[in-house]
C-alpha cells in the first residue's frame, strides 16, 4: 500500500511517508534580502546542512532554488518556478528539503496551502530541524509551528519598523533610493552601521526647479503648464530621468507633490506591500534641505489640486475651447459645446450651441447659438475693461465687506444671547449641586430629573454656541496695491496666451456665462472674487459642481 497523495520510487515507504529508495530532492533556500544572499554566510549554511542531511539518507539532490525576498508571500521567483515544476506532471523530484519551514512560508495559511497542493502531486516537504509526519498529531504541530513563524516575523516587522521611524526621525535616511534631486551622503558611524542623510544632487536640483517653474510659470512666459505637458517638454528638449528614461506623467506629478523638495522628509506613507496610504499620524517628517521654497511648493499643491478631475471637470481643464464647462444655454442652462459649420466659400465657422437642442431637439429647448470667437472676445473684453478694473473691484468687495459687517452685528446680537443662555443654564445647575453638598435637599428621583434637564438646557445652548462660533470670518483688509496687481496680472492673462491657461484663469472668477438672445450675462460670487484676490489669481478650492448626482448628506453640509 502507498500513502495517499504520495508518489514512490519502490514498494517501501519510511515512517515520514517519504519514498525509501532514493528519492529526488529539491532544496529550497532562503533569506529575507538579496544583499544576504550575496555577502551573508545564511545560505552556505543552509545549503551545507540540507546537503549533508540528505547524503545521510542517501538521498539525490537534483535541484536548488534560491530566493532572497519575503516568506510572507508566495511572490518569489524561485519560489514560485519550483513550485510549478514540482506540479506539471513531469514527477521530476519527489522531495522538497528545507532548513526550517520558516524558510518555505512565514504565513500559516501560505505554508498549509502549498503542503497540501505538493501533497497532491506525489511532492512532499521535508523540514531538517523539525521533522515531522503525517499522523494528525504531528499536522497539528507543525500547523502550530507556522503559526508561531507567522507570529515571529509580525512582530520583527514592528520592530524593525519602529527602528526605521526614530532613525526617519532623527533625520536619517532609511536606504531606500534617494529621491530625484537628492542624494544619500554618509554622515556618521555607530559601530559597524553607518548613519546616511539627504543632501542635494546639483545637476538633479536644477531639473526639480525646471519642473516647478514649468507648472507655475511655463517656458518664457507662455503661462502654467500641466504635468503631461511638462512631460512632453522635458522629453522634446533632451531631459532624462536618474535611470535615463524619458519622463512621464506618474514621475512627474509624484516629483511635483512630494513634501521632501520643501525640506519636509517623509517615511511610512504607505503599507509596503498593500501600498495602503496610511494616515499622518502614522508618518514621520523630518527636515531636509530644501531645493524649493515652502511657499512655491504650497501654490503648487494648491494648482494640483484645482486641477483634479474630482474638483474639477476634466473639460474645464483641458479642453480647448475657452468657454467649454462655462457657457450656458439661458432657456435650459444646458451647456453651450462647439459645433462647426461650413459655408458657401468653404470657410469653417465654429459656434457655441445648446447641447440640449443637439442630444435632444427643440421640443426640449428651441437651441441658440453664437459665433465661437465672437463670444470669447465679448466675455474677455468685458472682465478686463470692466470688472478687473481697480476702481469696480474695490467698489465690489467694499459692499461684500459691507454685507459682512452687517451680519456679523446679527450673528454678534445671537452670540450674546447663546451665552446668556449657556450661563443661566450653568449657574441654575451649580445651585441645584449646592442644595445636595449642602444637605438641603435629597437627591430623589424628581430631582435627578430637573438635573438631567437643566443639564440638556445647558448642553444645547453650548453646542449653538460652538456651532455659531464657527462660522465666524475674520474681517479681511485688502489694500489698494493688492487690487491693482491683481486686476493687471488677470488682464493679461485673460488675454494672452495659450486656451487652457486663459480657461484656469477664467475658472478662477467666473461661475458661468449664460447667453440669451440679446445679452450675454456673466454670473461669479463676489466671496470667490475675494478669494482670487488674496490668493493673486491662483485657484480657489471648492466643492465639485460638475458631478450630476452629487449632493448633500445630513451632516454640517447641508
Known amino acids: 500500500m502507498t500513502s495517499p497523495g504520495i508518489r514512490l520510487g519502490s514498494a517501501h515507504t519510511t515512517e515520514k511517508g517519504v519514498p525509501a529508495s532514493a528519492p529526488r530532492v529539491a532544496i529550497y533556500l532562503r533569506v529575507s534580502t538579496g544583499r544576504q544572499v550575496e555577502h551573508e554566510l545564511s545560505i552556505p549554511d543552509q545549503r551545507a546542512q540540507t546537503q549533508a542531511w540528505a547524503a545521510r539518507r542517501s538521498w539525490t539532490v537534483v535541484a536548488e532554488y534560491i530566493d532572497g525576498t519575503s516568506a510572507t508571500d508566495d511572490k518569489r521567483p524561485e519560489f514560485q518556478k519550483m513550485i510549478e515544476r514540482a506540479c506539471d506532471g513531469e514527477n521530476a523530484f519527489d522531495v522538497i528539503v528545507v532548513h526550517s519551514f520558516s524558510r518555505f512560508f512565514r504565513d500559516a495559511f501560505g505554508l498549509e496551502f502549498y503542503v497540501r497542493k ?101 517656458d518664457n512666459g507662455s503661462g502654467p503648464m500641466g504635468v503631461k505637458a511638462i512631460a512632453v517638454w522635458l522629453n522634446a528638449h533632451g531631459y532624462r530621468t536618474r535611470a535615463g528614461a524619458t519622463w512621464g506623467l506618474g514621475p512627474i506629478h509624484a516629483l511635483l507633490s512630494h513634501p521632501v523638495y520643501a525640506g519636509r522628509m517623509r517615511f511610512n506613507r504607505a503599507e509596503a506591500r498593500s501600498r495602503r496610504r496610511k494616515s499622518e499620524t502614522e508618518q514621520v517628517f523630518a527636515e531636509v534641505p530644501a531645493i524649493i521654497e515652502p511657499q512655491v511648493f504650497e501654490q503648487v499643491q494648491c494648482q494640483l489640486k484645482a486641477r483634479n478631475p474630482r474638483i474639477t471637470a476634466p473639460r474645464v481643464v483641458t479642453g480647448p475651447i475657452l468657454l467649454t464647462g462655462l457657457a450656458v444655454c439661458a432657456s435650459c442652462r444646458g451647456a453651450m459645446t462647439l459645433r462647426t459649420g461650413t459655408s458657401k466659400t468653404g470657410k469653417v465657422h465654429r459656434y457655441y450651441a445648446c447641447s440640449t437642442c443637439a442630444r435632444q431637439g427643440q421640443t426640449a429647448c428651441r437651441g441658440r447659438s453664437i459665433r465661437m470667437d465672437k463670444l470669447d472676445t465679448l466675455v474677455t473684453t468685458h472682465l478686463a475693461d470692466r470688472l478687473l478694473k481697480p476702481e469696480r473691484l474695490t467698489a465690489m468687495l467694499a459692499s461684500l465687506a459691507s454685507r459682512r459687517a452687517a451680519k456679523a452685528a446679527a450673528v454678534d446680537e445671537r452670540l450674546g444671547i447663546l451665552e446668556k443662555e449657556a450661563h443661566e443654564a450653568n449657574g441654575r445647575l451649580r445651585r441645584l449641586y449646592k442644595l445636595v453638598e449642602d444637605g438641603a435637599t435629597d437627591m430623589d428621583e424628581i430631582l435627578k430629573g430637573r438635573i438631567t434637564a437643566v443639564k440638556a438646557d445647558r448642553d444645547r445652548a453650548q453646542a449653538a454656541l460652538d456651532r455659531a462660533k464657527s462660522g465666524l470670518r475674520l474681517a479681511v483688509d485688502i489694500r489698494p496695491i493688492v ?25 478662477s472668477i467666473v461661475d458661468r456665462v449664460e447667453v440669451d438672445d440679446c445679452e450675454i450675462r456673466i454670473v461669479g460670487r463676489k466671496d470667490v472674487l475675494e478669494q482670487a484676490v488674496l490668493a493673486n489669481g491662483g485657484p480657489v478650492p471648492g466643492v465639485r459642481s460638475f458631478v450630476r448626482k452629487w449632493r448633500t448628506r445630513q451632516d454640517s453640509n447641508l
Request: charged share 30%.
Open 118 to 218: 505538493l501533497a497532491k502531486h506525489g511532492v512532499k516537504l521535508v523540514s531538517i530541524t523539525q521533522e515531522l509526519g503525517d499522523d494528525p498529531a504531528q499536522v497539528m504541530m507543525r500547523q502550530v509551528i507556522a503559526l508561531f513563524d507567522e507570529y515571529q516575523s509580525k512582530e520583527n516587522a514592528k520592530h524593525v519598523l519602529r527602528s526605521m521611524k526614530e532613525n526617519a526621525r532623527q533625520g536619517f535616511w532609511n536606504g531606500a533610493r534617494p529621491p530625484f534631486g537628492y542624494k544619500a551622503v554618509e554622515v556618521e558611524r555607530r559601530g559597524s552601521r553607518i548613519k546616511k542623510k539627504l543632501a542635494i544632487d546639483p545637476v538633479e536640483a536644477e531639473t526639480v526647479c525646471l519642473i516647478f517653474r514649468l507648472f507655475l510659470a511655463g
Open 483 to 507: 487690487v491693482e496687481r491683481f486686476g493687471q496680472m488677470m488682464r493679461e492673462k485673460l488675454t494672452g496666451g495659450e486656451v487652457s491657461f486663459r480657461k484656469a484663469y477664467l475658472g
